[in-house]
C-alpha cells in the first residue's frame, strides 16, 4: 500500500507555483492537492483540504506569509510548514521560526535540497537552508543576540504594525487593508500614524522605502510612488473581505484572539493512504 503526503504549494507567481506542482508531483510520495496565491487563501486552503505540508512563499500580496504560517498553526498546528523564500536576513528567519515553520529554505536551492527538507519535516525534524545556519551562528558569535532589544525598523514593529506597513506600501486603501485585516478603516489610519511616529518619517513614500529596506515589498513596488509619474497605476484587484477569523488574531476593535481551535478531523499520522 503506498502512502502519499499531500501537499498545499502558496506561491503568488504562477509560473513558479505550476513548475513546483508539475516537480512536487513527480515524487512517488507526494501529492499536490492545492493551490494558494496569497496568504490568506492559504488559510482557508489549509482548513478545507487539510494537506500534511505546506510550502509557502514568505512574500505574497495581502497577507503575507509568515502572518498566515501564524494563523494557520493556530488553526492546523499539525500541518508541515516548510518557508521557500528569497529572504536571507537573519529577522527573516527569526520570524518565520516565531511563527511556527518548520523548514527554511531559499529559492535558489536545488530541488534535491527542497525534497531532502520535505522529507525532514515529515519526520519531525527542523530543517534550514545551510547558509541561514551559519548566518544564524556568525550572529550568535559575534554577540548579536536575537533576543537583545535593537532599534531598527523590523524590531520596533508589532507583527501587526509590519502587516499594515506592507498593504499600504502596496498601494492599499484604508479600507481594502481593513478588509484583508478584518479591522476598521479607522483602525488602521491609526496604525499608520503609529507607524510614521515610531518610524520617525512624515510620507506615504517613506513607508514605501521603509518597506522596500524590510524586504516586506518588492523594490518594483516603487513605480506605484515614482515622483516622476503623473499618475499611479491601479491595482489590478480589490481584495475579498475575510469570511472567518484567520488573519484577526489581534483586532484593534474588540481585542478577539484568533481561534486557538484545532483541527478534529486530521488522521492521527503526518500522512495517509493514497486511493
Known amino acids: 500500500m503506498n502512502i502519499k503526503c499531500n501537499v498545499l504549494i502558496a506561491e503568488d507567481h504562477h509560473l513558479l507555483r505550476s513548475g ?4 512536487v508531483s513527480g515524487i512517488a510520495e507526494y501529492n499536490v492537492v492545492g493551490e494558494a496565491k496569497d496568504g490568506r487563501e492559504a488559510c482557508h486552503l489549509a482548513i478545507s483540504l487539510s494537506p500534511d505540508l505546506i510550502l509557502m512563499d514568505l512574500s505574497m ?3 503575507n506569509g509568515i502572518d498566515a504560517i501564524a494563523a494557520i498553526r493556530r488553526r492546523t498546528p499539525s500541518i508541515r510548514i516548510i518557508a521557500l523564500t528569497v529572504h536571507q536576513s537573519d529577522e527573516y528567519v527569526r520570524e518565520a521560526l516565531r511563527a511556527g515553520v518548520d523548514g527554511y529554505v531559499l529559492k535558489d536551492a536545488s530541488f534535491e535540497e527542497l525534497v531532502f527538507a520535505m522529507h525532514a519535516v515529515m519526520q519531525g525534524k527542523k530543517h534550514l537552508s545551510a547558509e541561514m545556519y551559519g548566518s544564524l551562528v556568525e550572529s550568535f558569535v559575534s554577540g548579536n543576540d536575537p533576543a537583545a532589544p535593537t532599534h531598527n525598523a523590523w524590531d520596533i514593529l508589532t507583527a501587526r504594525e509590519r502587516s499594515v506597513l506592507k498593504l499600504v506600501a502596496e498601494g492599499r486603501s ?3 487593508a481593513g478588509q484583508y485585516l478584518n479591522l476598521s478603516p479607522k483602525t488602521i489610519e491609526k496604525y499608520r500614524a503609529s507607524l510614521m511616529h515610531k518610524l520617525g518619517i512624515t510620507n506615504l513614500t517613506g513607508l514605501v ?11 518594483l513596488a516603487k513605480q506605484y510612488y515614482d515622483p516622476a509619474r503623473s499618475e499611479k497605476p491601479s491595482l489590478t484587484h480589490a481584495p475579498e473581505a475575510p469570511d472567518d477569523d484567520m488573519g484577526s ?5 474588540d481585542g478577539r484572539s484568533g481561534s ?16
Open 260 to 275: 486557538a481551535a484545532g483541527n478534529d478531523g486530521r488522521l492521527n499520522g503526518p500522512c495517509r493512504d493514497a486511493t
Open 174 to 176: 484604508n479600507k481594502q
Open 209 to 219: 522605502l521603509i518597506a522596500i529596506n524590510m524586504g516586506l515589498i518588492t523594490s
Open 61 to 63: 500580496p495581502g497577507m
Open 20 to 23: 513546483l506542482r508539475s516537480m
Open 249 to 253: 488574531g489581534d483586532d484593534a476593535r
